[in-house]
């Protein structure tokens, strides 16, 4: 009996450390925003007003609607967009895309970047 127990103990164990490692990298981005929808049919999010997207490297994506495709890693940003990296570009726009697969930002329209400076001394 306990050489069972101990063989379902095992499997039980591996199946929770599977689960949860699919919890740690299924999402890329998270979304905030004042209206929320999901789709599940299409594996869609969809964002509106207000919207906020922080991917896993710290970029933070602002836009009015943003559209994320999950098995595509795919997002879709539209409406007064502004992107900020960890190196403090800026790019702002009225539409842009981000291809989370081939780490590549697309801008539509009206784009600008800008590079935000600090100044300081150390103590």
């Given at each position: 009996?306990?050489?069972?127990?101990?063989?379902?103990?095992?499997i039980?164990?591996?199946?929770?450390?599977?689960?949860?490692?699919?919890?740690?990298y299924a999402d890329e981005?998270?979304?905030s925003a004042?209206?929320?929808s999901?789709d599940?049919?299409?594996?869609?999010v969809i964002?509106?007003?207000?919207?906020e997207?922080i991917?896993?490297?710290g970029r933070?994506i602002k836009?009015d609607?943003?559209?994320y495709?999950?098995?595509?890693?795919?997002l879709?940003a539209?409406g007064s967009v502004?992107?900020?990296?960890k190196k403090?570009?800026?790019i702002?726009?009225?539409k842009a895309?981000?291809?989370k697969?081939?780490e590549?930002?697309?801008?539509f329209?009206?784009?600008k970047?800008?590079?935000?400076?600090f100044?300081?001394g150390?103590?």
């Amino acid at each position: 009996m306990q050489i069972k127990n101990k063989i379902n103990l095992l499997i039980l164990s591996s199946v929770i450390i599977f689960l949860l490692s699919l919890n740690i990298y299924a999402d890329e981005f998270d979304i905030s925003a004042t209206e929320i929808s999901i789709d599940g049919e299409n594996n869609t999010v969809i964002g509106k007003g207000n919207v906020e997207a922080i991917d896993s490297e710290g970029r933070i994506i602002k836009a009015d609607k943003i559209i994320y495709e999950k098995s595509k890693e795919f997002l879709t940003a539209e409406g007064s967009v502004k992107i900020l990296d960890k190196k403090n570009n800026v790019i702002e726009s009225s539409k842009a895309t981000y291809d989370k697969i081939n780490e590549l930002i697309s801008t539509f329209q009206n784009s600008k970047i800008s590079q935000i400076l600090f100044f300081g001394g150390v103590s």
